[in-house]
């Protein structure tokens, strides 16, 4: 099984993307391809689904999103499509307070997902899931990077791994992603 595969974007497509790595093109489907840019040279996590049938590499812009598409397999009804579609349209805190509160009307807003699908995702994870607050500073820079033309998943990817302090202002953690980008 891969962990993740670091490597440069040479495919885009509906169905999936090549990440080539060592002169080998990874077919990796994601929540969202279009995400993507072409040559751009990206870390996807990635985790490896076997059936009889097939053996499929889904990849992810972090460790965390991969977590979460695995927890929602264990989860009775739902497969990698279905668990595609729940990753695929919103911001995975969002997603997890809505099952920690249990709102099921909101995870069947998503395509492939029934109310039974919704409440069975409930009642599987609701008490297993960490959501991390973001605060209003952290939230306001990624919204003013965004409208610069920035890619939100970079922005989170990088705000991921600077572990900056909540206190700080949102201009100073625009600074602290700039520096990062145009490194």
Known sequence: MYSY????????????????CQN???????PNNFNYHLNDEVKIY????????????????SAEDRDFFI?????????PKSALSLLSKEDLNYLKQAIESGNAK???????????????I?????GRLTIHEVADNFHDAVLALCS???????????????????????????KEILKEINN
């Open 106 to 120: 909101y995870l069947t807003t998503f395509p492939g997902i029934g109310l039974k699908s919704a409440n069975q």
């Open 148 to 174: 610069l033309g920035y890619h939100k998943d970079k922005i989170n990817t990088i705000l991921k791994n600077l572990n900056l302090s909540p206190n700080l202002s949102t201009s100073l953690i625009v």
């Open 46 to 61: 990635t985790h490896q689904h076997v059936k009889e049938d097939a053996i499929t590499l889904y990849g992810f812009s």
């Open 5 to 20: 595969i670091i490597g440069t974007i040479k495919n885009i497509n509906p169905q999936n993307i090549v990440l080539e």
């Open 24 to 30: 080998i093109g990874y077919a990796i489907i994601t």
């Open 71 to 79: 927890k929602l397999l264990s989860v009775t009804g739902i497969g």
């Open 122 to 126: 409930i009642l599987d994870l609701k």
